[in-house]
């Protein structure tokens, strides 16, 4: 009894007809007549009646009509799991993240994920929020980390949040901290010098816009360095700089003091194409990227971080990739992204002393 055999007896249990069970099973009609009458043989019964040209199954025909269907259904799900153990042993994942995320978040969860997968290769692509989601849309990419809101209007992206960020102004080790207490307010950081991101770092503009807002033009000390650059920049002394909080993980010379309210905060979210269906390769990242923030312990992700995923997200209970729409919310919190990358827009707080957002 082969499998074929079978499945061209469903076909025609089904249409009842042995013309358009071999349509519909993409063979010959003489070649899928000699299969049934061989699988009849080898039961030692007749499986239909062909009395008058009416088909009919015959009790033998009844019987095997379930078991037959049931073992189809086992063999298609033996396949299908064999293929998504394969696909996440070996294949490619193209991963875009913003600078701040690669120099931060990224690195420990892509270890994490080749040491789980060796097999499968990673390509990462580093760039402005803006540009991804642009590679997302010409199909360069399979996912991307970016920071909300989506700068596009195309409903075929979906984004979900994952991670909410304090902006934090980093200051060297060697030196004492810049007020001598736990945080700082914006209006605190007028006339210090200012290590400033290059043009195109919403972070930058976030930054000017809540100096500005608190009444004085901050004083740049160095300006137009990308991020590397600028925690060097203020390693070596030359200035204070308003960052994502994250960035300074294993950054043993420099210190973050969070900002006291208003605060500048950013919204980082997983981003994908509707349209298209996940690899299972890009399934298992997303899968390895959700367990780990779900892993972290409130001592690892400090007053600063907090995860916006939960365990359904994890099973992928909103979708292919646990999806939310393309707009960003993220359940309401009341707070608008003003993007950090190159690239990326958004605003700061609105009046009555709310949380502003910016990331980078």
Do not use: W
Request: aromatic share 4%; charged share 25%.
């Amino acid at each position: 009894m082969q499998f074929q055999q079978l499945a061209y007896f469903v076909a025609v249990a089904r249409t009842r007809h042995f013309t358009r069970a071999a349509e519909l099973s993409r063979v010959a009609q003489p070649s899928l007549s000699k299969q049934i009458r061989s699988l009849e043989r080898e039961l030692g019964a007749p499986l239909f009646s062909r009395a008058r040209g009416n088909i009919t199954l015959t009790p033998a025909g009844e019987a095997l009509l379930p078991l037959a269907q049931r073992m189809l259904t086992d063999l298609e799900t033996a396949r299908r799991e064999v293929a998504e153990l394969a696909g996440v042993r070996r294949g490619r994942v193209r991963l875009g993240a913003t600078p701040s995320l690669c120099a931060g978040l990224l690195a420990d969860v892509l270890s994490d994920f080749h040491t789980r997968f060796p097999g499968i290769e990673l390509q990462v692509e580093e760039s402005g929020s803006r540009d991804l989601v642009r590679d997302l849309g010409r199909g360069e990419l399979d996912l991307a980390l970016i920071i909300l809101p989506l700068q596009s209007s195309d409903p075929d992206f979906s984004t979900t949040p994952i991670l909410r960020e304090n902006l934090v102004v980093a200051s060297p080790k060697s030196q004492p901290s810049p007020n001598g207490r736990a945080s700082m307010r914006i209006t605190e950081l007028e006339g210090r010098p200012l290590v400033m991101f290059r043009r195109g770092y919403d972070v930058r503009e976030a930054t000017l816009r809540a100096c500005r807002a608190s009444g004085f033009e901050p004083l740049l000390a160095v300006e137009g360095g990308e991020m590397d650059a600028v925690l060097r920049f203020v390693e070596a002394g030359l200035g204070l700089a308003v960052v994502p909080s994250m960035v300074l993980k294993n950054r043993h010379g420099l210190r973050g003091t969070p900002l006291a309210r208003p605060r500048l905060l950013r919204t980082v979210a997983l981003a994908r194409r509707k349209d298209v269906v996940p690899s299972h390769s890009a399934e298992a990242f997303q899968r390895h990227l959700y367990e780990y923030l779900l892993g972290l312990t409130p001592e690892q992700l400090g007053p600063d971080l907090e995860v916006l995923i939960t365990s359904a997200d994890a099973r992928g209970g909103d979708g292919p990739l646990g999806e939310r729409d393309a707009s960003g919310a993220d359940g309401g919190s009341g707070t608008r992204d003003t993007s950090g990358e190159p690239g990326t827009g958004g605003g700061t707080s609105g009046a009555g002393g709310g949380a502003g957002s910016a990331g980078s």
